[in-house]
Nanobody, 121 residues
Framework: QVQLVESGGGLVQPGGSLRLSCAAS????????IGWYRQAPGTERELVAW???????HYADSVKGRFTISRDSAKNTVYLQMNSMKPEDTAVYYC???????????????WGQGTQVTVSS
């Protein structure tokens, strides 16, 4: 099956920046949607940003204007550039790839293991 590997997490001060990477084991053009989710302890998993096969991008209100999702098909990699980071951005960030929407459910739904992002002074 498809492997997704996140990297780029770490500790950053408020106002700082990080770039997360999601490397896929096959062409990212195979997927309808690739997104970034995050989950902080005691909270529900939140969809942060996603990019479609048509390269349209979408963002949660909480990160709009600060985060940018992009992809490099030649490298089979999707990125999440995070700027002006806030303590509330602290979470484990997960890459997710979905394909073949069928009867309202994606037949293929893959997740990475996550990368920790901590925003603290």
């Amino acid at each position: 099956q498809v492997q997704l590997v996140e990297s780029g997490g770490g500790l950053v001060q408020p106002g700082g920046s990080l770039r997360l990477s999601c490397a896929a084991s096959r062409s990212i053009s195979s997927f309808d949607v690739i997104g970034w989710y995050r989950q902080a302890p005691g909270t529900e998993r939140e969809l942060v940003a996603w990019i479609t096969y048509a390269s349209t991008t979408h963002y949660a209100d909480s990160v709009k204007g600060r985060f940018t999702i992009s992809r490099d098909s030649a490298k089979n990699t999707v990125y999440l550039q995070m700027n002006s980071m806030k303590p509330e951005d602290t979470a484990v960030y997960y890459c997710n790839a979905k394909a073949n929407l069928r009867r309202g459910v994606y037949e293929y739904d893959y997740w990475g293991q996550g990368t920790q992002v901590t925003v603290s002074s």
